[in-house]
């Protein structure tokens, strides 16, 4: 069985809500956004999806073994 660490249903990137709506850029940023974090998000959920901890341990154990090599 195969488990991934992806979360689809949080949000990983996100624009506070704090902005000035006085201010043109604050009053017009979270929606000029939006889009672009919206389809930036959806392509880490599938970048992240094809991944698993059995493919992290084997890039840890490369790189650990790179720099004891360089090490000698």
């Given at each position: 069985?195969?488990?991934?660490?992806?979360?689809?249903?949080?949000?990983?990137?996100?624009?506070?809500?704090?902005?000035?709506?006085?201010?043109?850029?604050?009053?017009?940023?979270?929606?000029?956004?939006?889009?672009?974090?919206?389809?930036?998000?959806?392509?880490?959920?599938?970048t992240?999806?094809?991944?698993?901890?059995?493919?992290?341990?084997?890039?840890?154990?490369?790189?650990?073994?790179?720099n004891?090599?360089?090490?000698?």
């Amino acid at each position: 069985m195969e488990t991934l660490a992806v979360y689809p249903e949080k949000e990983v990137l996100h624009v506070h809500e704090t902005f000035n709506q006085d201010c043109p850029v604050g009053a017009n940023i979270s929606a000029s956004l939006f889009l672009i974090f919206e389809e930036a998000e959806k392509q880490l959920v599938l970048t992240l999806s094809s991944k698993n901890l059995q493919d992290l341990i084997k890039v840890m154990y490369t790189r650990y073994n790179k720099n004891k090599a360089l090490e000698k």
